[in-house]
């Protein structure tokens, strides 16, 4: 069975939204799309490529997609490690209003999230990848169907846009897989979902308590 793995862009306010380029994404009258340009170095590309050769398929949302439609094809090497792989291998695009999709290799998923994305991860031969795609991102999160999430942290704070983790999502925990950071500032970190939360506290035991230090 393959895994789920999720690699999102974010500000260190949690927004994910139009990283990037101006018009990538309007919704709200967000004006502040290509924000993660300007952060681009080569420690950057290089584990994009490290992402993307461990690719067996891809899931999307339809707006990433629509996005990545009305580019990748353009690039036609297949020796490119990122139009390579989204160009040769299987794309699974949600949505439930898509009938005709141009981009060869793609399949609409429009029936039940959990049953079609389990069965998907069945029969991909390495990892179904997630990009961007935020609003999908947390209902499969949600759904307890990724199994790796790569976040990629700028340091830079917006104050408007869409967030990743709002209000209302269902408690998860991740053990911390891996992490580094760009020459341009950018943090690389690689989490596993781990199940729930753990609880605790630091209120000191009842009982007589030693606040001198003598015994």
């Keep these: 069975m ?27 009258g967000f004006a ?28 999307l949302g339809r707006r990433t997609y629509e996005i990545f439609a ?9 020796a490119d490690p990122v139009a390579g792989p989204l160009n040769a291998l299987p794309k699974y695009v949600v949505s439930t ?16 999230l959990a049953q079609e994305v389990t069965a998907l991860k069945e029969r991909t031969d390495g990892e179904l990848q997630v990009h961007g795609s935020g609003a999908l991102l ?4 949600d759904l307890r169907l990724v199994d790796t999430l790569h976040v990629l ?16 999502a269902v408690p998860t925990r991740f053990s911390h897989r891996s992490g580094r950071v760009t020459g341009s500032g950018v943090c690389l970190h690689t989490y ?9 506290s630091y209120d000191l035991p009842e009982g007589p308590q030693d606040v001198t230090g003598l015994r």
Excluded at 138 to 141: D, F, I, N, T, W
Excluded at 153 to 168: E, H, S
């Design 153 to 168: 942290t700028f340091p830079v704070v917006l104050g408007d846009g869409r967030r990743l983790f709002t209000d209302g």
């Design 70 to 78: 009305s580019y990748w094809p353009k690039v036609t090497d297949p």
């Design 192 to 200: 596993d979902v781990a199940g729930s939360p753990e609880y605790g």
């Design 97 to 112: 209003t898509l009938r005709a999709p141009g981009w060869s290799g793609t399949t609409v998923v429009s029936g039940d």
């Design 32 to 59: 502040q799309g290509g924000w993660s340009f300007p952060y681009g170095d080569d420690d950057f590309g290089r584990f994009i490529t490290e992402v993307f050769a461990g690719a067996g398929g891809f899931l």
């Design 2 to 28: 393959g895994r789920l793995v999720s690699t999102i862009f974010i500000t260190l306010d949690g927004v994910y939204q139009a990283p990037g380029g101006p018009q990538e994404d309007t919704r709200g």
């Design 138 to 141: 947390r209902s499969l999160l």
